[in-house]
């Protein structure tokens, strides 16, 4: 998390904590999730090796549906763009593009 957060403020050029501590409501939601999204995908190309395809304990087992790893990433990808651009000081943003931004984005293609 602390190299995400980096991450953002190299890219926001402030400090995401200023915007945390004095900026409204939905500047702090918006750099906690450009921060949230960074750190996903700082992780993503371990998670491909690490998240297995079926668990089994004992009696119980568990598979899970193929992931579009590429899909998530562009999502992600997005996530950190949007918020990036909502989070600026005095930027307006109506939650419509944040709605479109996140509707229609299918993880799992065979689900």
Do not use: C, H
């Amino acid at each position: 998390m602390i190299k995400a957060y980096y991450s953002i403020q190299n890219k926001l050029g402030v400090l995401p904590l200023a915007t945390l501590e004095n900026g409204t409501p939905y500047e702090k939601l918006m750099v906690v999730d450009a921060i949230e999204a960074a750190a996903a995908l700082m992780i993503l190309p371990t998670l491909q090796v690490r998240v297995a395809k079926t668990e089994t304990s004992g009696t119980n087992s568990y598979t899970r549906q193929n992931i579009d790893w590429d899909k998530l990433k562009e999502y992600l990808q997005s996530v950190v763009a949007e918020s990036l651009a909502a989070a600026q000081p005095g930027t307006s943003t109506t939650v419509d593009s944040l709605f479109i931004a996140t509707t229609g984005t299918s993880l799992f293609p065979d689900g």
